[in-house]
């Protein structure tokens, strides 16, 4: 028998530019926490749009209306230049982390995390592309799909936030009801190519990658970003 | 050097209750294929809610306003229940699959084409747990993540998705282009358990995920239906 559900309050802000499987992966899954309820928030209600175009999202509440959370979960893309760049924001993300039971980014996301000063001296991760700039907040970055320093978990590159929810699902539950969640989402991956890390991909991938963009560009590139927006 | 891309037009159809991964997970990867646009379109343009109560979408277009387009994906979750019994609505995919280059789905989306009569004789996949649904409408369904019957592409539950888009990343364009974008999103999957197929699921994981549902319900069910709605 599953025991009676703790409540957990997850919250995932989304900015404009947002990338969508960022914060869609990790929704999926902690959606289906017993108990949990995932609110998506942002800078001004209304609605948010994603970097590839054609995802419009309703988001009804502003972070500033949130004063606490148990999970907060930064999801990354173009979004992220606005969130470091935002002296409110990265506030409020000090002051929710201060009563989570887990602060958790994806993709550069971390950086925001970074930007709020909640990396100096942890080892943390990004999307590949965006290591240096994560280097720059103080973090140590490692090249792992997950990882948790304590109650901070950073995760990898756009997809790797999957990953990343079913390990807080069972750090949330138990490990049966986390398997649980990844069988009715049967996410049993089988990649038709083994080339989602650089250490894997060939140089003319890692190439065709690098000249790879969001359909829709973020805002032009402002301090501290990387080249590109990686998601 | 990549080649000047032909334009492809992938539409995708979200009803109330879509599951938000089965949608995501493919837009995620297929946006980024050059020279592609990504077209989400429903019933009635405005806002639509998905399964999980959280992620409502702004969809300007209506499927009708569609006359053909390259890629037609149909997503599962509550939402394929009004798509079947949708009279109009499986008509304009008999009429869109005629002159598509792909006809795809995710989950029980597959039981929105086998509706449609499309996969008559097929061999075809969807959620572990809406097979014999499946074989309903005369498909003979298999247990694999991706499936694919010249230009009818079908793909097992939620997560599968991202699979089957890398594979049609590679169809529409080529190896190296679908390998990029894996990389570009990192996708280079560790899930923390091995346990997202039934085959591989121990009998107490089977049980939690069958007692696993939505958090907003979809409609009650409708013939023909399983007892609930695997995404």
Redesign the interface.
């Known amino acids: 028998m599953?025991a009676t559900p703790r409540r957990t309050d997850i919250v995932i802000p989304l900015f404009d530019h947002f990338?969508?499987?960022d914060a869609?992966?990790p929704?999926?899954i902690l959606?289906?926490v017993p108990g949990a309820?995932?609110?998506?928030v942002t800078a001004e209600p209304g609605?948010v749009q994603d970097v590839?175009?054609?995802?419009?999202?309703?988001v009804p509440t502003g972070y500033a209306e949130v004063e606490q959370c148990d999970v907060l979960l930064i999801p990354g893309g173009g979004s992220f230049k606005a969130m470091v760049d935002d002296a409110d924001f990265l506030g409020w993300v000090r002051r929710t982390h201060a009563g989570t039971r887990f602060t958790t980014s994806v993709?550069t996301g971390s950086l925001v995390l970074g930007a709020a000063g909640l990396l100096d001296g942890l080892t943390a991760t990004t999307?590949?592309d965006a290591a240096a700039d994560l280097e720059s907040y103080g973090a140590v970055y490692t090249p792992e799909?997950?990882v948790r320093q304590g109650r901070v978990i950073t995760s990898?590159?756009?997809?790797?936030g999957?990953?990343m929810a079913?390990?807080l699902a069972?750090l949330l539950t138990d490990?049966?009801?986390?398997?649980?969640?990844?069988?009715?989402?049967?996410?049993?991956?089988?990649?038709?190519?083994?080339?989602?890390?650089?250490a894997?991909?060939?140089p003319?991938?890692?190439e065709?990658?690098r000249?790879?963009s969001?359909?829709t560009s973020p805002s032009p590139r402002r301090s501290p970003a990387p080249p590109r927006s990686?998601?």
Chains 1, 2 share one sequence.
């Open positions: 599953v990338e969508p499987l869609i992966g929704y999926e959606a289906y309820t995932v609110r998506f609605l590839l175009g054609s995802l419009p999202v309703h993709c999307h590949w799909r997950v990898a590159g756009v997809s790797s999957i990953d079913v390990r069972a490990d049966v009801t986390a398997q649980a969640i990844q069988l009715y989402t049967e996410y049993d991956p089988q990649p038709p190519f083994d080339t989602g890390s650089v894997k991909a060939p003319e991938v890692l065709r990658a000249a790879l969001p359909p990686p998601g």
